[in-house]
């Protein structure tokens, strides 16, 4: 099989790139590991910022986003039992988009397929070849477990975290800088109708907690936790109780509204930036070339902003000749990946419970939370990087 641009991976950074690059004319294939029910069921991220959406419409596949998604103007933030709200609109005009990405996983798919674009599921990359010549390949085992080659002009490696594309760029040619945190999120998929209009955002003595929504009726809830934990540990009971004891408030008056839970589970939390995002005709795009911890929800918006800048540098060399943006295009994320890193870890170093250090470190965060909350400089500061930094 021959295309233009292959892509490894249908999650958001490959399904987006392969309609980007219809939309300029040039073909794709996207090869996807897993079926398209298992892909289209798989619940993560919620939080879209306002540029990401602003893109879904321009595209003309935001209708069902701009029906079904809740558009929020700010987010609160809880500590000491009391809880503080960010608008975002008032302080920097923007806001964000509460929509599954599995909803925006199912709308792309759609979109595509109805261009008549191809998406082969169930399809295993193994190994990208030729990555430092003009005509690299991905090999790859099908369905029916034969080993193929897709060749193409470009590879696009959009394979997430633990994907093969990454690890085909040899050790001398990348550099990769990573952190750990020590706890993880406990997150659970409950039906019950909202206990918040807006998102919550809390540190308690027992660790973060965070309020968020998928719809009226289902709602998104997570809990810090030991990232080396069984979700076995977590009966119903327990996870209620942690919730309610994290989230009352000192005045009292609001209640978290439970119902039956749906599915549970635990993420572990890292920093991850490997740099350059390419090597020669492979282009990294997505988590397969950077993750943040999903405090400050960045990971599928940054996915987002690097096939936008991925699909430009491309159709630009297809157009004319021109290599430059091709060879801008690792920079050029890169700049934005790192001040959204920066985001993250401060969101989630300002928020968590770094359980066994000393006090002071707590309190800094409670005068860190104070400050953040007080000042408008800083509640702008926070609401600008939330809602997302323009792209260049
Ligand atoms: P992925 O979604 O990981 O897609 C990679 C695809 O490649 C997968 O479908 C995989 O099956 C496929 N693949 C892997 N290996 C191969 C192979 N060898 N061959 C073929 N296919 C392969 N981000 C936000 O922006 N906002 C949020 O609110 C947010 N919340 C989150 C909450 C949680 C609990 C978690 C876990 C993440 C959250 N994120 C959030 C992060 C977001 O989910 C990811 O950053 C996003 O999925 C990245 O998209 P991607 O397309 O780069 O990678
Ligand atoms: C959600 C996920 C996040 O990582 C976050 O910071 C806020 C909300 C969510 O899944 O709704």
Known sequence: MRTQVGIVGGGPA??????????????????????????????????????????????????????????HRGVNLQF?????????????GRGIMLYGQHEVVKDLIAARLAAGGEIVFEARAVAVEGADTGSPAIRYVGREGREETLSCDFVAGCDGFHGVCRQSIPD???????????????????????????????????????????????????????????????????????????????????????GPILQKG???????????MRYGRLFLAGDAAHIVPPTGAKGMNLAVSDVRVLCESVAAFYASGRTDLLDAYSERCLRRVWKAQ?????????????????????????????????SRAASTSLAENYTGLPLE
Request: net charge negative; proline share 3%; with cysteine.
């Open 14 to 71: 490959g399904l987006l790139l392969s309609y980007l690059l219809h939309l300029r004319g040039i073909e794709s294939v996207v090869l996807e590991r897993r079926s398209r029910e298992e892909l289209e069921s798989e619940i993560r991220a919620g939080v879209l910022e306002q540029g990401t959406v602003d893109l879904l419409n321009e595209i003309g596949v935001g209708e069902r986003m701009m029906k079904e998604g809740a558009f």
């Open 80 to 92: 000491g039992g009391h809880r503080h709200r960010i608008d975002f609109q008032d302080l920097v």
């Open 172 to 258: 001398g040619a990348r550099r990769e800088y990573e952190r750990h945190y020590p706890f993880g999120w406990f997150g659970i998929l409950v039906e019950a109708p909202r206990s918040s209009e807006e998102l919550i955002y809390c540190l308690h003595e027992r660790g973060f907690a965070l309020i968020s929504t998928r719809s009226p009726q289902i709602q998104r809830m997570y809990l810090q936790c030991d990232p080396e934990d069984d979700v076995a540990n977590w009966p119903d009971d327990r996870v209620w109780e942690e919730l309610h004891a994290r989230l009352a408030m000192a005045e009292g008056g609001w209640r978290l509204k439970e």
């Open 266 to 276: 635990i993420v572990a939390m890292r920093s991850f930036i490997c740099e350059p």
């Open 342 to 374: 920066r985001f993250s870890w401060w969101m989630t170093s300002m928020l968590h419970r770094f359980h066994g250090e000393d006090e002071f470190r707590y309190r800094l965060q409670l005068a860190e939370l104070d400050y953040v909350t007080g």
